[in-house]
């Protein structure tokens, strides 16, 4: 990238991995400093479901403060997502460029984004909806509401499951347990600390340290669908959706429920999962996973 993006305001890094090329009303040109040490989920394929999240979080992020002109004191928060990932993105490297639309009603707001390829061929294509807020002490209310749950937490850390069971190599780091076998439904609980869920400590999630970020949720759901597939063999992530009611807690357990049984379609397997902490649903995921090497 010839010049880095001035870092946005609303952005929890120092750097920006986005920076906007061009703006045309509510649509936003874009191209992405690929540097991998960085950004070290560059590490993952494109297709990637945490590396989509991450060019999800820039895009939408960079292109909403440079069009929406928010107020200061006023926080958003993501509770749709969908995605589709086309062939491109399984063969192509990262995307170095991209584009955002957006869109504005009152408190509500979304986006749909399009990463291409060097020659501009299409790789994923984004959709999210969510809301914009007062902050009314949003940390304030941020620290009493981790403070309440790891209060409230009174079960044993989790024993991790292996790497090589959950589709990683043996640098990888599972953030799940074993399935418990008394479940009704395939179940998991899940792990993610402040210690050891963030880059250096991990190979490359990173965020705010504030709270589990979707990019490790999805990470989890990936992990525990490598799980239910006979043989483990490894997994690529053609697309998915995702619905975020409630944030989830660092250093809390967490448990993760095969939501319904699995289904095929388009040579896919969709597995839906529902994530909850302290008995309360957070977060519901669909991923669309086909076994590596299949043709798009």
């Not at 292996?162 to 589709?167: D, E, F, L, Q, S």
């Not at 490359?204 to 989890?220: E, Q």
């Not at 799980?227 to 009611?245: I, K, R, S, V, Y």
């Not at 699995?262 to 839906?272: K, L, S, Y």
Request: with cysteine.
């Amino acid at each position: 990238m010839a010049a880095e993006e001035k870092r946005s305001s609303s952005l929890v890094y120092a750097h920006n991995f986005a920076r906007v090329t061009s703006v045309d009303g509510m649509r936003v040109s874009l191209s992405y400093d690929l540097d991998r040490i960085r950004w070290p989920w560059l590490s993952l394929p494109a297709q990637h479901p945490v590396l989509v999240e991450k060019y999800q979080y820039f895009s939408a992020v960079t292109s909403g403060d440079r069009v929406l002109n928010q107020s200061l004191g006023v926080q958003t928060a993501l509770t749709r997502l969908q995605w589709r990932c086309e062939a491109a993105a399984f063969d192509s490297g990262h995307a170095p460029l991209g584009e955002c639309e957006l869109w504005q009603n009152d408190n509500d707001m979304g986006f749909e984004i399009t990463t291409r390829n060097a020659d501009r061929q299409a790789m994923v294509h984004l959709a999210g909806t969510g809301f914009a807020f007062a902050d009314r002490d949003f940390a304030g209310w941020r620290k009493a509401s981790r403070q309440k749950a790891l209060a409230a937490c009174g079960s044993p850390p989790p024993e991790l499951t292996a790497a090589h069971k959950v589709g990683l190599d043996e640098r990888g780091h599972s953030l799940i347990s074993d399935l418990h076998p008394s479940s009704d439904m395939p179940c998991v609980t899940a792990l993610v600390t402040s210690a050891n869920g963030f880059h250096p400590a991990h190979p490359f999630h990173t965020g705010s340290g504030d709270h589990v970020n979707a990019g490790h949720l999805f990470d989890c759901v990936l992990q525990m669908a490598h799980l239910l597939t006979p043989h483990n063999h490894p997994l690529d992530c053609a697309g998915g959706q995702a619905e975020f009611m409630r944030f989830v807690e660092l250093d809390v357990p967490f448990e993760i429920r095969l939501a319904d049984e699995p289904t095929e379609a388009a040579g896919a397997t969709c597995m839906t999962f529902a994530l909850s902490q302290l008995d309360r649903e957070n977060t519901r995921i669909q991923l669309r996973l086909r076994t590596r090497n299949h043709q798009n």
